[in-house]
């Protein structure tokens, strides 16, 4: 399923941004969906996680308490809420499909067998 982000920009240390995550030809709540990111001259890392069922949902450590997921069925798209941003939060933004329960969806071996990410958004702290 090919997964479209939005809503990135540029937002100060502090500040907050909504993502948006949305399928264009199929409906999302067949599927866990995934938030991951690339900052510049690092991996690709996982950045949290929720079921198709909204009963499960993960964060990296580093997001935890900052960062909330959600998703809208009814409107066919994930969202990940971003509070109290950092410098380090910047980076480019995808969404994509994760395994079961989410279970290993930020897993290297998972990250680095994804063969389509999709056009990211862009996500810029800073003062």
């Known amino acids: 399923v090919q997964l479209q982000a939005s809503g990135g920009g540029l937002v100060r240390p502090g500040g907050s941004l909504r993502l948006s995550c949305a399928a264009s030809?199929?409906?999302?709540?067949?599927?866990?969906i995934g938030w991951f990111r690339q900052a510049p001259g690092k991996e690709r890392e996982g950045v949290s996680c929720i079921s198709r069922n909204n009963a499960i949902t993960y964060y990296a450590d580093f997001v935890k308490g900052r960062f909330t997921i959600s998703r809208d069925n009814f409107e066919n798209t994930v969202f990940l809420q971003m509070d109290s941003l950092k410098p380090e939060d910047t980076a480019l933004y995808y969404c994509?499909?994760?395994?079961?329960?989410?279970?290993?969806?930020?897993?290297?071996?998972?990250?680095?067998?994804?063969?389509?990410w999709g056009k990211g958004t862009l996500v810029t702290v800073s003062s």
């Open positions: 030809e199929e409906t999302l709540d067949d599927y866990d």
């Open positions: 994509a499909t994760a395994p079961p329960n989410c279970l290993a969806y930020a897993a290297t071996w998972y990250i680095d067998g994804m063969d389509s």
